[in-house]
């Protein structure tokens, strides 16, 4: 019997299919974190905060611009944008600090990471040690490879090209990688950057279009590892 590899094993990709996830969005409950924060810096200016404003002026990521967007649309004080950001910037990290990790996720990760998956996250949180002190709480006893968008950028989700380069640092093709998104936004970046999306809402996000993702789980007691993963596998060139 011959051994000599054949054209298609010759010309399959290396590299494992990647479990990549926005961090503090699915592994956490970061929304609500970001949304305690800033309901603690409006109090100070006697403005109270609703989910329905959270989630109209796109406040999971309080960027300046979207910040602006909301004083100028609902008619408030505007004055001090910038020592506001600056204040939930502050107030957003510690609130996260204390938001309990999303079961389902920190085992689905845990299953990959004791499988020898790659894992990749990307975070918006404003310092790297943040970051990390999220990923030690995950316990995954797993490398995780880490690209830091600040919120401060853009929209403050992740682009394309957050995404692309995520897959780079892990040294994948964007085909390889299954993203692991908790917004349409995010999901759709993802989408376009070349990866295969599964959604996985919270109560803020669970009434948005995610369209065009491979899975959606909402409120999910397990996630199916082998099924995520099934969606990178096998991967072909174009």
Same mark, same amino acid.
């Not at 399959?12 to 961090?23: G, M, N, T, W, Y």
């Not at 995520?228 to 174009?238: C, H, S």
């Given at each position: 019997?011959?051994?000599?590899?054949?054209?298609?094993?010759?010309?399959?990709?290396?590299?494992?299919?990647?479990?990549?996830?926005?961090?503090?969005?699915?592994?956490?409950?970061?929304?609500?974190?970001?949304?305690?924060?800033?309901?603690?810096?409006?109090?100070?200016?006697?403005?109270?905060?609703?989910?329905?404003?959270?989630?109209?002026?796109?406040?999971?990521?309080?960027?300046?611009?979207?910040?602006?967007?909301?004083?100028?649309?609902?008619?408030?004080?505007?004055?001090?944008?910038?020592?506001?950001?600056?204040?939930?910037?502050?107030?957003?990290?510690?609130?996260?600090?204390?938001?309990?990790?999303?079961?389902?996720?920190?085992?689905?990760?845990?299953?990959?990471?004791?499988?020898?998956?790659?894992?990749?996250?990307?975070?918006?949180?404003?310092?790297?040690? %943040? /970051?990390?002190?999220?990923?030690? @709480? !995950? =316990?995954?006893? +797993?490398?995780? $490879?880490?690209?830091?968008?600040? #919120?401060?950028?853009?929209?403050?989700?992740?682009?394309?090209?957050?995404?692309?380069?995520?897959?780079?640092?892990?040294? %994948? /093709?964007?085909?390889?990688?299954? @993203? !692991? =998104?908790?917004? +349409?936004?995010? $999901?759709?970046?993802?989408?376009? #950057?070349?990866?295969?999306?599964?959604?996985?809402?919270?109560?803020?996000?669970?009434?948005?279009?995610?369209?065009?993702?491979?899975?959606?789980?909402?409120?999910? @007691?397990?996630?199916?590892? +082998?099924?995520?993963?099934?969606?990178?596998?096998?991967?072909?060139?174009?």
């Amino acid at each position: 019997m011959s051994t000599t590899p054949s054209k298609a094993a010759k010309d399959a990709p290396s590299a494992k299919p990647c479990l990549v996830f926005e961090l503090e969005t699915i592994a956490f409950n970061g929304s609500q974190a970001i949304y305690e924060a800033l309901e603690t810096v409006f109090k100070t200016r006697g403005f109270q905060l609703t989910p329905e404003i959270f989630i109209r002026f796109n406040l999971t990521r309080p960027t300046p611009r979207a910040l602006n967007r909301m004083t100028t649309a609902l008619a408030i004080n505007s004055s001090g944008i910038e020592a506001m950001s600056a204040e939930i910037a502050q107030q957003w990290p510690k609130k996260l600090a204390q938001t309990k990790a999303v079961p389902a996720v920190v085992k689905l990760l845990g299953d990959a990471a004791r499988q020898g998956i790659p894992l990749g996250a990307i975070t918006g949180c404003p310092a790297d040690p %943040a /970051a990390q002190d999220l990923i030690k @709480a !995950l =316990a995954l006893k +797993a490398e995780v $490879a880490l690209v830091n968008l600040p #919120a401060a950028n853009g929209n403050g989700r992740p682009r394309p090209e957050a995404w692309t380069k995520l897959a780079h640092q892990m040294q %994948a /093709a964007p085909a390889q990688c299954v @993203a !692991l =998104a908790n917004s +349409a936004v995010t $999901a759709q970046a993802a989408i376009m #950057a070349g990866m295969h999306a599964v959604a996985i809402p919270d109560g803020f996000s669970v009434f948005q279009d995610f369209g065009g993702t491979d899975m959606v789980f909402e409120k999910p @007691a397990s996630l199916p590892l +082998a099924e995520i993963m099934a969606l990178a596998a096998p991967v072909t060139k174009a």
